[in-house]
């Protein structure tokens, strides 16, 4: 039970940080004189992509680490890498297609998923100075 509240809070913090990256990136389109619908459109697709890998993959290795708990490593293996190439899979299509289809701007769509790093680093550093304080 306290994995998955652990799931949950993570991705809220990413959901937030992939909020603030997205109207920040919206801004810089829209300075540059870019900003249009597919813009907007792709940078959704992308963060509610990115957001989705997370929390798929972190249900993923809590499972996985389940399965290792009770010996079965092999599974648990077995499990993160069905996930990781099924999650690569879901991103591609859905990516392809919203921007083969007009619908999103390319690299408005790809910037959201190359931002969920940072995003973990950055709430990583916020936490260790919480917990220096306290």
């Known amino acids: 039970m ?8 993570e991705t809220g913090v990413v959901a937030l940080g992939q909020l603030i990256c ?3 990136m919206l801004g810089v389109f829209a300075l540059l004189g870019y900003f249009d619908k597919t813009v907007l459109l792709g940078g959704l697709l ?7 890998n997370f929390f798929f ?14 010996q079965d490593v092999k599974g648990g293996t077995a499990l993160m890498k069905a996930s990781y190439f099924l999650r ?13 289809s007009g619908l999103c701007n390319a690299l408005a769509s790809v910037i959201p998923l190359a931002l969920t790093r940072i ?15 306290v």
């Not at 306290?2 to 809070?9: D, G, Q």
């Not at 690569?88 to 083969?100: D, P, R």
């Open 2 to 9: 306290e994995s998955r509240k652990i799931v949950y809070r």
């Open 22 to 24: 997205l109207l920040l």
């Open 46 to 52: 992308g963060a509610v992509l990115a957001t989705g």
């Open 57 to 70: 993959m972190a249900v993923s290795a809590t499972l996985a680490s389940d399965k290792a708990v009770n």
């Open 88 to 100: 690569l899979g879901v991103i591609f299509i859905l990516l392809f297609a919203g921007v083969k």
């Open 119 to 133: 995003i973990i680093t950055v709430s990583e550093f916020f936490r260790k100075s919480k917990e220096e304080k």
